[in-house]
């Protein structure tokens, strides 16, 4: 059975160059004001880069973890070669692109050029392939679309030697086991495979058991960790019918701060919105049932800052990636233990500072103590 003998400390590195990842790149992260590695990327990097080895590492969103595995992916890269030789699976679009997007920056300074695609749902498959036409080294997908595009026997994934299951809990709490287990068993057996999860529930480790080495490492954030520490969490008491209230009052204490309000259900989600437009706060709401234009256009809005305020549902949110936001509202106390880890790692992204005030019944507080006990967290209380 796994175990996380391996705790990510808390290592003072100086730069990037003693992890050793090449000038170039570090040039090229340079740019983008990454400086100091993160506690992520100090472990996980170096091991990387020495070793041709599975690892599973439980890191949360915001930790650094695009740069802890795409840095040791591209130099790993063989650029002489016209081969498939990574694929990064991810649960959502904006993840995807998000991750394609970061992989090109990285290569800002290369001599030799390394293409990486990006291919998911929402987006016309035809658009999809001709882009898959020109030389492809690294593959950025969401499970369902590369099924389809296998099926087309429009990629050729026999030359993969490294496969990322990036957010590997959301794929499978999106219903994609069935998805995974048939990509990874077509891939060549001799390839290194890095799972990365915020949480390790039991579907995570089914597929640890039955896809990874047994000798795989792993690496885990000491427990203070497992949620960015640079979150503060609070909470404060409130009666169901003074929710609204309450969150209007918070909002008008952050200005032009701009965040997420999360609810548990599509109808909350979408009623709450238009109770916040009526007072003429600038806010969308992001649900399950919204087709892939209508949500592009709230992301593109959340994203270049026109929108403030996005309140969404737990599936809805699943691999959203915003710089920026403030702060988190968990209007409703999450319904699991991952749903909160994964709602408060929408702020405090790359080391800046964020809030995640949760609004709780008298009835509700158990629940609370019970997820602070859980993540080894503190949850303040505002009176």
């Known amino acids: 059975m796994l175990t996380f003998a391996l705790q990510l400390k808390n290592n003072i590195v100086a730069n990037f160059s003693q992890l050793g990842v090449s000038s170039n790149y570090i040039k090229s992260i340079k740019d983008l004001n990454i400086i100091e590695p993160t506690p992520v990327q100090v472990e996980v990097i170096p091991f990387l880069l020495k ?58 300074y290369n001599t030799d050029k390394i293409f990486t695609e990006a291919v998911y749902g929402g987006e016309h498959i035809s658009k999809q392939l001709s882009r898959l036409d020109r030389t492809t080294h690294i593959l950025v997908a969401t499970p369902g679309r590369l099924i389809d595009l296998i099926q087309r026997k429009v990629v050729n994934l026999d030359s993969v030697k490294t496969v990322v299951l990036d957010e590997a809990d959301e794929m499978l709490n999106m219903g994609f086991k069935k998805e995974l287990e048939t990509i990874l068993s077509q891939l060549p057996e001799r390839r290194n495979t890095w799972l990365f999860s915020a949480t390790i529930p039991k579907e995570v480790r089914a597929i640890i058991s ?103 549902t737990d599936v809805a949110a699943r691999g959203i990636d915003i710089d920026g936001l403030n702060y988190v509202v968990h209007f409703d106390v999450p319904a699991q233990l991952e749903f909160y880890t994964h709602r408060s790692g929408r702020t405090a992204r790359g080391g800046k500072k964020g809030i995640a005030i949760s609004f709780v019944t008298n009835q509700e507080i158990v629940k609370l103590r019970a997820i602070e006990r859980d993540l080894g967290i503190r949850i303040s209380q505002l009176r």
């Open 51 to 108: 070793n041709n080895s599975d690892v599973v590492v439980q890191a949360q969103t915001g930790t650094g973890k695009t740069a802890a595995f795409g840095l040791p992916i591209l130099q790993k890269i063989n650029p002489t070669s016209d081969k498939v030789q990574a694929l990064i699976l991810t649960p959502t679009r904006e993840l995807g692109q998000q991750i394609a997007k970061q992989l090109f920056k990285f290569t800002k």
């Open 210 to 312: 039955n896809y990874l080495n047994k000798d795989a490492h792993a690496f885990q954030l000491s427990k203070d960790d497992v949620v960015n520490k640079n979150i503060e969490h609070q909470f404060v008491v409130v009666r169901e019918h003074d929710k609204l209230d309450m969150l209007i009052q918070f909002l008008k204490s952050n200005g032009n701060a701009r965040g997420v309000v999360f609810c548990t259900t599509k109808k909350m989600a979408i009623t709450l919105s238009k109770q916040l437009q009526s007072k003429n706060y600038n806010c969308e709401a992001l649900q399950g049932d919204m087709q892939q234009k209508e949500r592009d256009k709230v992301m593109r809005g959340i994203k270049n800052k026109s929108l403030q305020i996005l309140v969404s």
